[in-house]
T-cell receptor, first 114, second 111 residues
Framework: DTEVTQTPKHLVMGMTNKKSLKCEQH?????MYWYKQKAKKPPELMFV???????INESVPSRFSPECPNSSLLNLHLHALQPEDSALYLC?????????????FGPGTRLTVL | DAKTTQPNSMESNEEEPVHLPCNHS???????IHWYRQLPSQGPEYVIH???SNVNNRMASLAIAEDRKSSTLILHRATLRDAAVYYC????????????FGKGTKLSVIP
């Protein structure tokens, strides 16, 4: 199974809402990632978890809060977002290999902030 | 990570070969060359990677210049399903684990 699943597929939220994005993989990967992709732009890294510990935070605002409850799950908690946070949020996982570290991406959650 | 340069867009006829170029003149000796593609409304997917020698897999071939300052992704027979944005990415062997995406090349396939 080389699939990364993300839920929900679409999310519309107001600026005062709290919501969460979920990501799951069952490939035994020990690295998991969140990327943000604005329309017609390349994905940009937000967070990296390795062995369930946050290893990289690319200066992401605190209104985005990642969580890795176990090696298969990755959450992104959203609170007090701004309309400019509307984007496709991609989750990925990888094996932390030095030479390849092929990353497997989910289909993304398309977020709209009103 | 070292920088890559790709054309913004390319077109190909269906069932013709496609050569997607990537320049990486500042590549270091330990950087691997990775290619990912992103089909419309999907997440990126891995295509191929290499270090010095040319590489083949079921999806594509990767031709790497002798000086490693450029590489070419080759799709042997383009299909409509190959229409996507193709990203050329350099990955350091002992560096951080994230992918740093450039702007990529949008490939259109004409029936």
């Amino acid at each position: 199974d080389t699939e990364v699943t993300q839920t929900p597929k679409h999310l519309v939220m107001g600026m005062t809402n709290k919501k969460s994005l979920k990501c799951e993989q069952h490939m035994g990967h020990r690295a998991m990632y969140w990327y943000k992709q604005k329309a017609k732009k390349p994905p940009e890294l937000m967070f990296v978890y390795s062995y369930e510990k946050l290893s990289i935070n690319e200066s992401v605002p605190s209104r985005f809060s990642p969580e890795c409850p176990n090696s298969s799950l990755l959450n992104l908690h959203l609170h007090a977002l701004q309309p400019e946070d509307s984007a496709l949020y991609l989750c990925a996982s990888g094996m932390l290999g030095l030479y390849t570290d092929t990353q497997y991406f989910g289909p993304g959650t398309r977020l709209t902030v009103l | 990570d070292a920088k890559t340069t790709q054309p913004n867009s390319m077109e190909s006829n269906e069932e013709e070969p496609v050569h997607l170029p990537c320049n990486h003149s500042t590549i270091s000796g330990t950087d691997y060359i990775h290619w990912y593609r992103q089909l419309p409304s999907q997440g990126p997917e891995y295509v191929i990677h290499g270090l010095t020698s040319n590489v083949n897999n079921r999806m594509a071939s990767l031709a790497i210049a002798e000086d490693r300052k450029s590489s070419t992704l080759i799709l042997h027979r383009a299909t409509l399903r190959d229409a996507a944005v193709y990203y050329c990415i350099l990955r350091a062997v002992a560096g951080s684990y994230q992918l740093t995406f450039g702007k990529g090349t949008k490939l259109s396939v004409i029936p």
